[in-house]
Structure formats: C-alpha cells, structure tokens
T-cell receptor, first 111, second 113 residues
Framework: GQQVMQIPQYQHVQEGEDFTTYCNSS?????IQWYKQRPGGHPVFLIQ?????EVKKQKRLTFQFGEAKKNSSLHITATQTTDVGTYFC???????????FGQGTTLQVKP | DGGITQSPKYLFRKEGQNVTLSCEQN?????MYWYRQDPGQGLRLIYY???????QKGDIAEGYSVSREKKESFPLTVTSAQKNPTAFYLC????????????FGQGTRLTVV
C-alpha cells in the first residue's frame, strides 16, 4: 500500500540553527499534510499542500511540495526551544478516506 | 467546545484481557481513525471509518476490533490476540470529502502487565 518515508528520524540542533525534515513517496500523492506533536502531547495539524511545486510559509516554517508530488519538506529557520517536538508528514485519500503518516522526525533544540 | 475526546488517559490491564478504548467527537466529522504510536515508529493506522456502520482495516489491524454504530463514536477493542498491546493509542477524525485535516484526541496510554 501507499507509504511515506520520513528522514531523518532524529535531529539535534543548537538554538538559532536551521532544521529540515523530508518526506518521500514512491507514488504520486494527491496531498501532503504536516503535523507537530509536542512532547507528551498529540499531533496538531500545521498545513496541507495539494499543488505541484507548492510552497507555503508560516512565520519561520516553510513547506514545499515537490514538482512530481512525490516528496515534501518542512524547513524551520532559526530554531527556537519552542520548536521542540516530533514533526509528521501524512497523506490522505479523498476516495477511500485513508490517512497515513510517516515515521516522524523528532527535533531537539539546545538552548 | 468542539473536539475529540479519548478516555481514559492511562489504562492498565492484565495480559489476556480484552480492553476497549473510547473515542468520541462532536465535530460532525464523517471519518474517524485509530493509530498506534510506538517510539521511532511514527503513527501506524489500525482501523478507519468513513461512515457509520462501515470501517476498514489499516496497516496493523490484527488483534484489534472496532465498531461505528454512531457518527460520534469509534471505540477500539484491543483483544488478547494482540501480541504486544502496550502502546500509546491516538484517535482522530476528519471531514472526509473536505480538507482531510485530522483532529486528534489526547491519546490513551495502555499498559498490559
């Protein structure tokens, strides 16, 4: 079945450094979603991308959807300690309703 | 407040016992989901339902069962056939046919001893 692979699994950065997580699929995706899960919390929706080559920004966060719609990235500029958590990419089918996620990237930020 | 509620937050059971995790939503969402989260393995889909009285197996359905008798409710039963049931379980709902943005409950941490 459809899968999305996410790398890296863990990332430790110094506060102020940039961070990027990548999401890849072997098949074309109709959409890609990004979620953040704070330690001890539950995943919270950040954004959805649906168009080829789409780029969206939310303050220090930049989300991209590849031209072939098989990969996506989340980039955080100048990380802060509040960015700590696990970031998940996911993709849903509007036909079947199935919603699957990657393994997540856990970000640690050293102050 | 609109949202999705899971109960209880922590649950302990003895090995060999079935246990049912509750999930209720008042968002009027058609689709509901159950995921299992283990360290380093992300969110793995157990079961999902697009509509009342219908549900489909996800990627790791063995040892689990669900029902969808009401739009608001999607309980998950962890049966004694599940080999390694200790995990963090997350329920979610989405506006199937809409944005597909998923709203998650707070999760239930199940420990089987």
């Amino acid at each position: 079945g459809q899968q999305v692979m996410q790398i890296p699994q863990y990332q430790h950065v110094q506060e102020g450094e940039d961070f990027t997580t990548y999401c890849n699929s072997s098949t074309t995706l109709s959409n890609i979603q990004w979620y953040k899960q704070r330690p001890g919390g539950h995943p919270v929706f950040l954004i959805q991308l649906v168009k080829s080559g789409e780029v969206k920004k939310q303050k220090r966060l930049t989300f991209q959807f590849g031209e072939a719609k098989k990969n996506s990235s989340l980039h955080i500029t100048a990380t802060q300690t509040t960015d700590v958590g696990t970031y998940f990419c996911g993709t849903g089918s509007s036909n079947t309703g199935k919603l699957i996620f990657g393994q997540g990237t856990t970000l640690q930020v050293k102050p | 407040d609109g949202g999705i509620t899971q109960s209880p937050k922590y649950l302990f059971r003895k090995e060999g016992q079935n246990v049912t995790l509750s999930c209720e939503q008042n968002l009027n969402h058609d689709a509901m989901y159950w995921y299992r989260q283990d360290p380093g393995q992300g969110l793995r889909l157990i079961y999902y339902s697009q509509i009342v009285n219908d549900f489909q197996k996800g990627d790791i359905a063995e040892g689990y069962s669900v029902s969808r008798e009401k739009k608001e409710s999607f309980p998950l039963t962890v049966t004694s056939a599940q080999k390694n049931p200790t995990a963090f379980y997350l329920c979610a709902s989405s506006d199937f046919g809409g944005s597909l943005e998923a709203f998650f409950g707070q999760g239930t941490r199940l420990t089987v001893v």
